[in-house]
């Protein structure tokens, strides 16, 4: 399974980005998708996931009402929308994918190489 993000990016503090994961070798309908970041001198931190349908989502408090997770199962393909952005949101994001059911505890089976995002003030 590969998983290739791309969109990020340089922004001013309050703009947008969106960032995509196309995702290739595995069915996409059957993985469960997430989002990461981590930023310079940081653990990964979890910043949303979305469900095989779609239907179910779940964010980091940080991000809520901010960004927005999105799939397109006919393109195999995840975004984030990022909106309202913060310094505090620059790092490098991570796309991840996980065979398991949507649950309490996902666990993420392959990951993206990650697209840097960096918001300036």
């Known amino acids: 399974v590969q998983l290739q993000a791309s969109g990020g990016g340089l922004v001013q503090t309050g703009g947008s980005l969106r960032l995509s994961c196309a995702v290739s070798g595995m069915p996409f309908s059957s993985l469960v998708m997430g989002w990461f970041r981590q930023a310079q001198g940081k653990k990964r931190e979890f910043v949303a996931r979305?469900?095989?349908?779609?239907?179910?989502?779940s964010y980091a408090d940080s991000v809520k009402g901010r960004f927005t997770i999105v799939r397109d199962n006919a393109n195999n393909t995840v975004y984030l929308q990022m909106n309202s952005l913060k310094p505090g949101d620059t790092a490098v994001y991570y796309c991840?994918?996980?065979?398991?059911?949507?649950?309490?505890?996902?666990?993420?089976?392959?990951w993206g190489q990650g697209t840097l995002v960096t918001v300036s003030s």
């Open positions: 991840a994918a996980s065979k398991s059911t949507y649950s309490s505890v996902q666990l993420w089976d392959y």
């Open positions: 979305i469900s095989w349908s779609g239907v179910t989502k």
